[in-house]
């Protein structure tokens, strides 16, 4: 991808990640802040000494660190959409984010109050001070310089956890870098993407070390000690104008970013999609067809395939594209959803590939053939070389056959791998089947390399624009699907992927 | 520097007479604790400002309780100066953060300035002090071993703070902390940080803050322990100054008897969480067998032959220039050696302190000891190996001529 392509990716990431890290921090601090003060009054010997709060904070507070984040982001769905109406979005994905940052920053915090001199406690004690005074006046003001370190430490973890913001539609710099780098080959926007991010956390540290050196330096500390006093002005001053910079300009930004995100307009059709090729069918659409059409798209990308549909069915979102048949039809069966096709679009043909083998003859007995692992590809490649006389299945195998149902394997030996992964293992393999968005990242041409391709026609893996049940007659629907079945999205998909991703117009067939 | 300081910052070593000392460390007193008198309250010249009923704190940790305060009776006259001295762990810190509720006495009482306050600490488990303790602290002075200023503040904003808590403007405030730097001398550093101060200047602001609240009552809790003696003695002065210009009563803690003969009006010794003695200084230093005596003036000096009797006896005020020595040998006819002298002042009076040796057993020098005591002198017959140490009659005469009040070590 060239630089023109990418800095729009890089610019959209880098505000969600700023947008979403910086609201999830604000919260994680105002939370976590009086949750670390208050396991410290609460523990023992402590102002407030009360052992059963301390222990119940205590718990929730190592049981919120222990969560891995991504379980945290699938169990808060409920939560999430109670606080914000949708579980799906930017905004949605600082719930998750702000609280798994709080429990971290909360014992950030508690060991930052600890540190301070329990002599200074009693001091303000002796003077007449209360609790209040002790924790704004004293504890606080003398643990600044570790919260500031703490702070600097939960918004880089927060940048983190924001990667896999992409899960539920979140986008940022970091599923930028898994949708684009790792699952599309773009190694050039992995590259840009990951540049970006350690940019950012440098600089985020840099900004976080230099304010608690500026702090240190200001209260005469060490460093302060040793610089001329013009010196330790100057650097006062620098830190000042620094951090009153930040608090100003970074609350401010967030604020109008999350209100231009906010805009939630009815007339606009939000669509549930996956990043490729869906998502930028619909960016082909949105940008040259739906204007004509009085069409508004609001197009939200999920790297995942379970949240799109819950997301349909419960109205945050009014379509989706992303998914086939087989695929929606085990789901509504499984979840009880009632989502519908309304028109297909394109397909992803598997295709069997060789850089070894330059016919399907050469696959002798002992060579060996890469195969997806996910139930829907695997039992479709099966099925691929089943039809094209490489192994035998038993009869009436399903749409999900697995290595078990294979009658004769011809003596191949099979490895089974993530679908993102196959092509990858290409060189290691004899052959391997493949989807075609990944193939064609890879650099293969499915027209050209591939030994055995699927059929488009009549092939019940096209992806389709999918509602809720009812929704079918939308004229906003009817539009859409119009466009999606057009000329030009033809020749789109047929310019851009080259083969493979194949048009496969019409409508779903039952 | 006032006239007097010179002479309150006097070096122990310091000697205005021609008398010879010898200065070795003395020890812990190895007296029989029969030689003690019996106990008796202290007398109530002036207002007590600070006094702890039958005080006790029992530390209860998961596998033992520690006894810091055994039933301590303490008195503290307005405008004195009192001095707490014992070794390290005797339970000195318990009862000067018991005097202002720092610490939850286990029973008995405290009372300031007339207040009970032991009656104002909250009930049960609950640590949080309630509004009348904490305004009751609010006019007691704390000022601590090591400073416990805030690195976060300047010099002027620790001073403001206790004055945020009383509540005063803004404006008030900064009148009033610049004053307070003022009254210490630290006027200059008012926005500097606590870290680009000296250990004596450190110590210095948190004076002033301390005496922010207009206290009646400072509170010091080894103050100048973390001071080398040069500062020490500076600071020492400047609590000096402030008990005489603002009539301030001050309870220090230490475990250096220099602080007490610097400073102290009166002293207790603690030990093991009880006092063992406690009385004004003079009234101390006139008291046989007070360790405490013994401690602030340590006079040394070996016996010359065995068979001989060792006295220590001190001067006060009028008698240190009365020639008794000279007397006694001449109404006597007895040959007297000094082992041992020092002369010194304590509290502002001159004391003088002599160790002597006379021929013959204790038996053989009743009669000139007997003299001795009634030239108004303290006359102690010293434990020194060698010396036969017999029991000294108990007579009135031995009673110092203020309180003082000499327990029975504790056990
Ligand atoms: N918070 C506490 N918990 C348990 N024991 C304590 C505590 N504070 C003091 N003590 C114990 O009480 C005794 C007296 O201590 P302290 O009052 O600090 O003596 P001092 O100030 O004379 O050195 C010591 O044995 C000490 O270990
Ligand atoms: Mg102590």
């Known amino acids: 991808m060239s630089w023109s392509e990418i800095q729009p990716l890089l610019s959209q990431g880098f505000l969600d990640t700023l947008y979403m890290v910086g609201w999830s921090t604000l919260i994680a601090v105002l939370i976590g802040l009086p949750l670390g003060v208050l396991l410290v009054l609460t523990d023992r010997g402590g102002l407030l000494g009360n052992a059963p709060v301390n222990k119940v904070v205590g718990a929730i507070v190592n049981i919120g660190r222990s969560l891995p984040f991504i379980i945290l982001l699938i169990a808060l769905i409920p939560f999430t959409r109670f606080l914000v109406g949708s579980f799906i979005g930017p905004t949605a994905a600082i719930v998750p984010l702000a609280i798994g940052a709080i429990p971290f920053f909360a014992r950030l915090v508690e060991s930052a109050v600890r540190e301070v001199d329990k002599g200074l406690v009693e001091a303000v004690q002796a003077m007449g001070g209360g609790t209040p005074t002790v924790v704004f006046k004293a504890l606080l003001p003398q643990a600044l310089p570790s919260l500031v370190a703490g702070l600097t430490t939960t918004v880089i973890v927060l940048i983190g956890y924001s990667a896999m913001a992409g899960t539920v539609g979140g986008g940022g710099l970091g599923s930028v870098a898994v949708q684009y780098g790792y699952q599309r080959f773009e190694t050039s926007v992995m590259i840009a993407t990951v540049v970006a991010l350690i940019v950012i956390v440098t600089a985020v540290q840099l900004v976080g070390d230099a304010v608690v050196r500026g702090v240190a330096a200001h209260r005469g500390g060490a460093a302060g000690g040793a610089a001329g006093a013009s010196g330790r002005l100057a650097r006062l001053g620098r830190g000042r104008t620094v951090a009153v910079t930040a608090a100003v300009v970074v609350p401010l930004a967030l604020i109008g970013y999350g209100l231009g995100t906010g805009g939630d307009d009815k007339q606009t059709l939000k669509v549930a999609a996956s990043p490729t090729p869906h998502a930028e069918i619909l960016e082909y659409v949105e940008k040259n067809l739906a204007k004509k059409e009085g069409l508004k798209l609001d197009i939200r990308k999920f790297n995942d395939y379970v949240v799109p549909n819950t997301a349909t069915e419960s109205g945050e979102v009014d379509a989706n594209f992303f998914q086939h048949k087989p695929y929606l039809d085990d789901f509504n069966e499984k979840k009880n959803t009632h989502i519908e096709p309304v028109v297909n679009v394109e397909l992803e043909p598997l295709a069997l590939y060789s850089k070894k083998a330059g016919d399907l003859k050469d696959l002798t007995a002992g060579k060996t053939v890469a195969v997806p692992n996910d139930s829907t590809n695997e039992g479709r490649a099966l099925h691929l070389l089943a039809d094209n006389g490489v192994i035998e299945l038993k009869s009436g195998a399903g749409a999900e056959a697995t290595l078990g149902d294979v009658t004769d394997d011809k003596g191949l030996n099979f490895k089974e791998l993530e679908a993102a992964s196959v092509p990858r293992a290409l060189d290691d393999v004899d052959a391997a089947v493949i989807n075609g968005n990944y193939a064609v990242d890879t650099g293969l041409n499915p027209s050209k390399d591939a030994l055995a391709a699927e059929k488009v026609k009549g092939n019940p893996y096209a992806n389709f624009l999918a509602v809720k049940d009812g929704n079918q007659d939308d004229p906003r629907i009817k539009k859409l699907a119009k466009l999606l079945n057009s000329d030009e999205v033809k020749h789109f998909i047929e310019n851009k992927y080259k083969g493979g991703i194949a048009p496969a117009f019409g409508p779903v067939g039952s | ?411």
């Open chain 2, 1 to 411: 520097m006032r006239p007097g300081a010179a002479a309150t910052a006097r070096h122990l070593g310091e000697l205005q007479h021609a008398t010879e000392r010898t200065a070795p460390s003395c020890a812990l007193s190895a007296r029989p604790a029969w030689a003690y008198g019996s106990p008796h309250t202290p007398t109530n010249n002036g207002n007590t400002v600070i006094t702890t009923q039958d005080l006790t704190k029992v530390y209860r940790t998961r596998d033992r309780e520690v006894t810091a305060l055994d039933g301590v009776n303490l008195h503290v006259r307005e405008g004195e100066v009192f001095g707490v001295v014992g070794q390290s762990g005797a339970g000195k810190s318990s009862l000067i953060r018991c005097v202002n509720l720092l610490e939850r006495p286990t029973s008995g009482t405290v009372t300031v300035d007339g207040q009970d306050l032991t009656a104002l600490a909250g009930k049960g488990n609950d640590k949080r002090a309630g509004r009348e303790l904490r305004a009751a602290r609010g006019r007691i002075g704390m000022v601590f071993q090591h400073f416990n200023l805030l690195s976060s503040r300047t010099v002027l904003g620790n001073v403001e703070l206790p004055l945020e808590i009383l509540g005063h403007s803004g404006q008030e405030r900064t009148r009033k902390a610049r004053e307070l730097l003022d009254l210490v001398g630290l006027a200059d550093k008012a926005n500097t940080h606590p870290a680009q101060l000296s250990g004596g200047q450190k110590q210095r602001v948190g004076i002033a803050r301390a005496l922010a609240g207009d206290p009646k009552v400072l509170l010091s809790d080894e103050a100048t322990s973390a001071l080398d003696p040069e500062t020490t003695r500076s600071v020492l002065q400047l609590l000096r100054d402030l008990n005489k210009q603002l009539g301030l009563t001050v309870l220090l803690i230490t475990h250096e008897m220099e602080v007490v003969k610097a400073v102290c009006d009166s002293a207790a010794l603690m030990k093991n969480g009880r006092f063992t003695e406690s009385g004004t200084v003079p009234g101390l230093l006139a008291t046989p067998g007070s360790e405490l005596a013994r401690e602030l003036f340590p006079v040394g000096g070996v016996p010359s032959a065995p068979g001989r009797t060792v006295v220590d006896v001190t001067f006060h005020g009028e008698t240190t220039t009365e020639p008794v020595i000279s007397k006694l040998s001449r109404t006597y006819n007895v040959d007297i050696s000094i082992l041992g002298a020092a002369m010194d002042t304590v509290a502002g009076k001159q004391v003088g302190r002599m160790r002597i040796e006379l021929p013959g057993s204790f038996e053989d020098n009743v009669v000139p000891i007997g003299f001795l005591r009634e030239q108004g002198l303290t006359v102690d017959v010293a434990a020194v190996a060698g010396s036969p140490g017999l029991p000294v009659p108990d007579d009135g005469g031995r009673r110092g001529p203020e309180d003082v009040r000499v327990e029975e070590g504790a056990k």
